[in-house]
């Protein structure tokens, strides 16, 4: 078995990872329709990735991994999810999603802003928790 896998895999910095990728990637969408505000004929830009992780960590519920007899823990493929920018479809994303708005896109921005620290504190938590345990608790 890795030192990585055994390390990092098994915890919640995969999909904080992961986390921290969409909202850096939302965050060039949402400039990327400031920017364009006045284009005409621009489409709006979006990032999903919180609907398909949700249906990721839903479908982990049957997969178990044993690394100690008295471990049982259900993993997860959270953390293979990618986020991906899109073009709004109304079709898809619902009505309105493709009509650009100033304040739904600084609203948005803000909300992507407040995310992405958390996600970082949470990993920045996760690391100290692995330092605490490499060293011993002091």
């Known amino acids: ?45 979006l990032v999903t990735f919180e609907s398909r992780l949700s249906k990721a960590m839903e479908g982990s519920e049957g997969e178990l991994l044993r690394t100690q007899p008295e471990h049982l823990r259900k993993t997860s493929n959270a953390g293979k999810i990618h986020p991906q920018m899109e073009i709004a479809d109304d079709r898809i994303h619902g009505p309105g999603s493709e009509e650009l708005n100033m304040e739904r896109e600084m609203a948005d921005l803000a909300q992507t802003q407040l995310q992405y620290e958390a996600e970082a504190k949470l990993a920045y938590r996760h690391f100290d928790l692995l330092k605490m345990a490499i060293r011993g608790s002091r």
């Open 1 to 45: 078995m890795d030192l990585k896998d055994v390390l990092f895999n098994r915890t919640p910095l995969p999909t904080l990872n992961r986390g921290l990728d969409a909202s850096a990637l939302r965050q060039k969408a949402i400039a990327d329709n400031i920017a364009n505000a006045q284009t005409p004929g621009y489409k709006r830009k």
